[in-house]
């Protein structure tokens, strides 16, 4: 939901995305062979960011692995974005580098569910794992066929359709609170919020378990 909403946000602001960097590459071709180089700077910036957020990223990963402070930077990214947003003087390509970072972020920290790889930044992918998938358990569970390994559990089809259902409905709460509200950038943070106290309960939990 975070991923699409931001995605929205940066779309609505200036026609780029701040997590689909295929679509970004793409627009930055045609940009350049018009010649349009002010749009070509910001999506250089974006792209930018987004590698930058990626490094960012990996190195906490390497240093340690729960994925909570991971989550509080892009929290801290997106109120940061929130004021520059509301700042007049502030170009809104600003806003978009930071959210870009936010997204990279996102899709380093967050890419396993229940043994599922899963990509929540970009859902392309997503959309062909659960149809595959959805095919692979249909074929073993209602017509017989036999395993191909060690079979296929429900999480492989249902997790990446989930993912794409949630994508979607980020991307109409951005577009639908976008124009009403000048403080958008509240209901991701708020959903990271979630993500974060979840994330603790699930490792207290886990080292209660241990102990």
């Given at each position: 939901?975070?991923?699409?909403?931001?995605?929205?946000?940066?779309?609505?602001?200036?026609?780029?995305?701040?997590?689909?960097?295929?679509?970004?590459?793409?627009?930055?071709?045609?940009?350049?062979?018009?010649?349009?180089?002010?749009?070509?700077?910001?999506?250089?910036?974006?792209?930018?960011?987004?590698?930058?957020?990626?490094?960012?990223?990996?190195?906490?990963?390497?240093?340690?692995?729960?994925?909570?402070?991971?989550?509080?930077?892009?929290?801290?990214?997106?109120?940061?974005?929130?004021?520059?947003?509301?700042?007049?003087?502030?170009?809104?390509?600003?806003?978009?580098?930071?959210?870009?970072?936010?997204?990279?972020?996102?899709?380093?920290?967050?890419?396993?569910?229940?043994?599922?790889?899963?990509?929540?930044?970009?859902?392309?992918?997503?959309?062909?794992?659960?149809?595959?998938?959805?095919?692979?358990?249909?074929?073993?569970?209602?017509?017989?066929?036999?395993?191909q390994g060690k079979g296929v559990h429900?999480?492989?089809?249902?997790?990446?359709?989930?993912?794409?259902?949630?994508?979607?409905?980020?991307?109409?709460?951005?577009?639908?609170?976008?124009?009403?509200?000048?403080?958008?950038?509240?209901?991701?943070?708020?959903?990271?919020?979630?993500?974060?106290?979840?994330?603790?309960?699930?490792?207290?939990?886990?080292?209660?378990?241990?102990?």
């Amino acid at each position: 939901m975070v991923a699409g909403y931001i995605d929205v946000i940066g779309y609505l602001d200036l026609s780029i995305y701040t997590g689909a960097m295929t679509g970004n590459t793409a627009q930055l071709g045609i940009e350049l062979a018009r010649g349009n180089w002010h749009i070509v700077t910001t999506i250089g910036l974006v792209l930018v960011a987004f590698f930058c957020g990626g490094i960012v990223s990996s190195i906490i990963r390497r240093m340690m692995q729960p994925p909570v402070l991971e989550l509080l930077l892009m929290a801290l990214l997106l109120l940061v974005a929130q004021v520059l947003r509301l700042a007049q003087n502030v170009s809104l390509r600003w806003e978009l580098v930071l959210l870009a970072m936010a997204a990279a972020m996102q899709g380093e920290t967050i890419s396993r569910f229940s043994g599922v790889a899963l990509q929540t930044i970009v859902i392309t992918n997503n959309l062909l794992k659960c149809a595959k998938a959805f095919v692979d358990y249909c074929a073993e569970h209602l017509c017989g066929a036999p395993r191909q390994g060690k079979g296929v559990h429900w999480a492989e089809s249902a997790l990446p359709g989930m993912a794409w259902v949630s994508y979607a409905i980020g991307a109409v709460s951005a577009a639908l609170i976008v124009a009403r509200s000048d403080y958008p950038l509240i209901v991701p943070m708020i959903l990271l919020g979630l993500v974060i106290g979840f994330t603790l309960a699930f490792e207290r939990g886990q080292a209660g378990k241990s102990e």
